[in-house]
């Protein structure tokens, strides 16, 4: 699908760095128009606000879809039982991911524009997100719920996020990673470790997940959210592709299983809520398995009553417009000014024209190292820490937090 720019073009490091540019700048523009919207809420026109404010996240996060389906090699399957597919873009819906991949969010978010919820996707994050450059102030703009991943300090915001997500008046999709991080081979070992002490069928493909916060989701939610989706990504050929092999425009195939689970087939009891989960993670380690073994998805449901669809995820030319307006806004201006300093312009403004090409080179580098699995793992009493990573990893962490800090203090102060 990924034909608009010869393979060769892409593999040159500024065609890798205009999408991040173009990203970069756009997310700016965007959040300071957010931003302004605030005071709506204030004199007590939060729908309104909530309204505009999806319609200019959907200006920046097509993005995502734009240069997955349209620059980047990438394809999209959904596999999909032929009951669940009409209730999908229309109804608010629990979602229930695997994360394995710096890609799943990329190819959740495809999925979620083909069915015209992508503007209206929240998630469960961790709160050290709101630092991230960029990816943090979109996430508070957007009412993403971010938790500090300790369940006694974090219960007060779940329950006063769930009672507001509740109130919304249109369909989203609540994005729940139960792993709590991405897999690794070294929390994985943990992982089975961890279960094996709890008495509990370790997973082959997955962590084991963590329930507290599906339950009190769940619990707030049940009265305003008819479906649970349980959804699995793999990758085609069994690989792990990475933000970088997507820019190079590698060729990548996205399969997606989508199984919907009505909430009144959830538990109300928090034990057993809790068990479903793991009953539900169980299910979704065979049909990783099924994958790891066949290179794609069973298309009957585990009761081989209902058919499974394969829905190719299409790219759409509102996507390609979009990218092409913001690429015309931000990058043939900054080509041309650009341009003119360096041969034209003085000393000092030559310097700080380098000076911000380099700024923004480190945001966009940031921006994907924000995706790579990190080596530390926690559950309950069991830890690891991998301390040649983290000292590799300090000054990117360092520059992460003074960039990401200075573009969080918006919403800091608010």
């Not at 703009?141 to 008046?169: G, P, W």
């Not at 509990?200 to 707030?220: A, D, E, Q, W």
């Not at 959804?231 to 060729?251: A, E, H, R, Y």
């Amino acid at each position: 699908m990924g034909n608009f720019a010869p393979k060769s073009v892409k593999q040159l490091l500024i065609s890798q760095f205009l999408p991040g540019f173009i990203f970069l700048w756009t997310s700016l523009l965007i959040n300071a128009v957010q931003l302004l919207l605030i005071p709506l809420r204030w004199i007590g026109y939060v729908d309104l606000q909530r309204t505009i404010n999806g319609k200019l996240t959907y200006l920046h996060w097509i993005l995502v879809p734009a240069y997955a389906q349209w620059w980047a090699d990438i394809s999209v399957n959904l596999y999909v039982r032929t009951r669940d597919l009409k209730y999908l873009g229309k109804e608010k819906a629990v979602v229930i991911l695997n994360h394995k991949s710096q890609l799943d969010w990329i190819t959740l978010w495809t999925v979620g524009n083909s069915f015209g919820v992508m503007e209206n996707i929240k998630a469960l994050a961790k709160q050290s997100l709101l630092f991230a450059p960029v990816i943090g102030p979109a996430f508070w703009l957007n009412e993403y719920i971010l938790l500090k991943r300790n369940f006694s300090s974090d219960k007060d915001t779940l329950s006063n996020s769930v009672k507001n997500y509740s109130a919304f008046q249109y369909n989203f999709w609540l994005i729940l990673f139960c792993e709590g991080t991405r897999f690794t081979p070294e929390k994985h070992k943990l992982s089975t470790e961890f279960a094996r002490q709890k008495g509990l069928k370790p997973l082959k493909h997955h962590l084991m997940p963590r329930t507290k916060g599906f339950v009190s989701v769940v619990s707030g939610l049940r009265k305003a959210v008819p479906a649970i989706y349980d959804m699995s990504v793999c990758f085609g050929g069994n690989k792990n592709p990475t933000l970088s092999d997507l820019l190079k425009g590698i060729s990548i195939r996205a399969d997606v299983y989508l199984r919907r689970i009505p909430m009144e087939e959830v538990p109300e009891d928090s034990e057993k809520c809790s068990e479903f989960v793991h009953t539900t993670y169980q299910e979704k380690d065979d049909l990783c398995e099924y994958y790891a073994q066949n290179d794609k998805f069973p298309t009957t449901d585990k009761s081989g009553s209902d058919e499974v669809l394969v829905k190719q995820i299409t790219r759409t030319s509102r996507a390609l417009f979009f990218m092409i307006v913001w690429t015309a806004v931000f990058a043939a201006p900054g080509l041309y000014l650009t341009l003119k300093i360096v041969f034209g312009g003085s000393v000092i403004m030559y310097v700080v024209t380098l000076t911000t090409i380099a700024l923004f080179f480190l945001l966009y580098w940031l921006m994907i190292g924000l995706g790579t699995a990190q080596s530390t793992y926690s559950f309950m009493n069991v830890v690891s820490l991998d301390e040649q990573t983290l000292k590799r990893n300090v000054p990117l962490m360092f520059a992460s937090k003074v960039l990401g800090t200075i573009s969080a203090l918006p919403t800091l102060l608010l």
